[in-house]
């Protein structure tokens, strides 16, 4: 390969090769605003996502990853782990607060509705397919914990271990919750749903 | 089991568990369907509109910001730290004066201990009756000397904060806190009267579970109270 051939692929590779969340982070806490801005547009949307997959009110999860990641960005992480499983961590927990602050009779009141009736309203099942209609509300009737493995693998891609990691769980165990979530699921889907 | 390898991306299967649903076609199918499963999971929109950068950048800087009671931060997040690790690890003390404790002497002890935790996750301890700022969390831990069936509540909000469903928790002689592992803080929705408002937590243990939540406890189970003293 010629000098001028490797240049090319040098330069392609740094293109393509996005700099990683710790290294944001720690230009952050250099001072660097435009590094902050980089990582929080990686991960706000999906965050979001995710804590509102758990409580499913929307203003909720907003706060929570508004609370994420200024706990983040201040807070423990140090060099050496994996930035994401610790974002990911603290939105978790964030999320089992904000489920538990609930009280006991909203949860009962959450058991007993379809989740998309509870933050997502009918303009947002209007904009689904009829199965991903039926695929969020059988999500929806799941407990926290199956949600929160099934939203964390599948949703928002981390890995097994990343997995493991947030929710405290060995390896193993997470492959066990995913497989009896995605049977719960199935069982859910099968019923008959009374969508929106 | 070759049920739980079902769904998962390559990269998390083993070079054998990927050969394994290469060569049969039977557990190949079942896995390609449970991961279509978790493609389509994993396409579902979320019904949600981000906060800006500009509004995480506002709460920092509103968190930097110097307050009336800031000006011990370092020392409360040295003590806070300090108060973290004896929370976490000392084992407690056999005579802690802070709760009532009620039950047949001699028998299972049972008592609640707590820390506060302030907006910058600084931590202190509380005692029973100590004072908790309402931007405060409270992180709660009950020690049990038996083994049985654990309950926290705050009776007066309603809330049950351990176990997080309602019912009894299953437990061994030890520390046990909302939230297990992933250990949970509190406070209450109500923001404290202007001249402060009392809040009880109310562990109750019992060598067997009573029928309901809201059955009445058997002689034998114990019940501890922790005061808290919120403040505006």
Known sequence: ?????????????????????????????????????????????????????????????????????????????????????????????????????RGRRDRALLKLRAGPREGAGPEH?????????????????????????????????????????VLGLQDHQVRSRLSYARKLLRQHLSEPQEIP | MNQDLLGLRPEDLSPDERALLAEDPDLGRAHAREAALGDALGRLPAPVSPPSAEQVLARLAAQRAPSPRAWPAAAAGGLGLAAAFLLAWLPLAPDEPTQRDRGVAGAPTLRIQAAAEDPRGALRTVESGGSVAA?????????????????????????QLMPLESGWLAVEAGEHRPGGDQPLSWRPDARPDPGGSETPVVATWCPEPPAGPDAPVSPGCLTTVFQLWWTP
Do not use: K
């Open chain 2, 135 to 159: 931007d405060e969390r409270v992180l709660f831990r009950v020690g049990t000397s038996h083994a049985g069936h654990l309950v926290l509540r705050a009776p007066d909000t309603g809330e």
């Open chain 1, 125 to 165: 099942l209007t904009q689904l397919s009829q199965d991903q209609a039926r695929l969020q509300a059988a999500l929806a009737r799941l407990p926290a914990p199956h949600r929160a493995v099934l939203s964390l693998y599948y949703s928002q891609e981390l890995s097994s271990q990343e997995v493991a990691q």
């Open chain 1, 1 to 101: 390969m010629t000098e001028a051939g490797l240049d090319r692929i040098q330069v392609s590779s740094s293109d393509r090769e996005p700099v990683p969340d710790e290294a944001l982070l720690l230009a952050w806490r250099a001072g660097d605003e435009a590094a902050f801005r980089v990582l929080f547009d990686r991960y706000r949307t999906r965050v979001t996502g995710y804590a509102w997959q758990l409580v499913r009110r929307q203003e909720v999860a907003e706060e929570i990853c508004l609370e994420a990641f200024c706990r983040v960005l201040e807070g423990a992480w140090r060099p050496g782990g994996s930035f994401r499983s610790f974002l990911y961590t603290v939105v978790h927990r964030l999320c089992l607060d904000a489920l538990r602050r």
